[in-house]
């Protein structure tokens, strides 16, 4: 299926690894400009490399940080310089580690640190750069949230409180941003493969089983399973749904809706 998509410019944060930069690299697969934004220089310019080496589209790669205003503005400038963008992916970056016990969560700075980095970044990054979305009349907006603002997990409450910030604040976007085009949606995803962290954020053997073993499915999600789902949403064909969120979470979620 053609989703529509090619030449469009598509910012997607935090694309520097992870989920980020799979989601990028399956929206250079559909022929969109993709503009990649993270703090790692190095790491941004070699995903545009493979990008350009894979779907022979241009990419382009702004560094700088999602809490950071002024660097927010000089992505507002690229991205008006390519006149976009079309489509905003947001992705954040990951919830201070270690995870703990909701009531072990009682240092402030944590929850401070996970405000600015999940919840304050995007509300910084749609002023700075959906103005445009609107001014030309069409967009796509995807916020990447958690099924955790949903149902929440054990030792994820920084990531749950912030989240479903993000879910509301993102319905509220999509309500007020249709009539000038915009589509706004979520997708919540959970147990997804993240083979590819290293350190301590990395899963040991024991919890990625703990992991497979919440879902009917019995394993992970790939990457491309979520990027798939990322990638509809930014479509010609996804133009009906908006102020929803998806979930890509193998059945995790044992409620009905
Ligand atoms: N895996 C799952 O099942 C799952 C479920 C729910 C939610 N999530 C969430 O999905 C997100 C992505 O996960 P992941 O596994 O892809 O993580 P990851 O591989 O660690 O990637 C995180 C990305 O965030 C970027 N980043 C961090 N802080 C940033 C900042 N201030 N400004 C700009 N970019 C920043 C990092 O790049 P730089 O270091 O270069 O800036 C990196 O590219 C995380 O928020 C995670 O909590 C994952």
Not at 32 to 47: C, E, G, M, N, Y
Request: overall charge neutral; some cysteine.
């Amino acid at each position: 299926m053609d989703l529509g998509i090619k030449g469009k410019v598509a910012l997607v944060t935090a694309s520097s690894s992870g989920m980020g930069r799979n989601i990028a690299l399956a929206l250079a697969a559909e022929g969109a400009h993709v503009v990649l934004f993270a703090r790692s220089a190095d790491k941004l310019q070699a995903v545009c490399r493979e990008i350009e080496e894979r779907h022979g589209v241009p990419a382009t790669a702004v560094a700088g940080s999602l809490t950071e205003a002024a660097d927010i503005t000089r992505l507002a400038g690229v991205l008006a310089g390519l006149s976009g963008p079309d489509i905003a992916v947001i992705v954040t970056g990951r919830p201070p580690n270690p995870l703990r016990d909701a009531l072990e969560e009682n240092e402030l700075p944590r929850w401070d640190e996970a405000y600015q980095v999940q919840l304050r970044s995007v509300v910084q990054l749609v002023n700075g750069v959906v103005p445009a979305m609107v001014a030309k009349g069409w967009g796509r907006i995807v916020a990447v949230t958690s099924a955790s603002a949903k149902q929440p997990m054990a030792k994820h409450a920084l990531s749950t409180v912030f989240r479903a910030g993000v879910t509301a604040y993102m319905k509220t976007l999509a309500n007020e941003l249709g009539a000038h085009g915009v589509t706004v949606n979520c997708v919540a995803p959970a147990l997804i493969d993240t083979s590819h962290r290293t350190g301590a954020a990395a899963y040991t053997p024991e919890q990625t089983a703990r992991r497979q073993a919440m879902t009917p499915l019995g394993r992970m999600g790939t990457q491309d399973e979520l990027s798939g789902v990322v990638a509809f949403l930014t479509s010609m064909q996804a133009g009906f749904v908006t102020g929803s969120t998806i979930a890509v979470e193998g059945g995790m979620v044992g409620s009905l809706f």
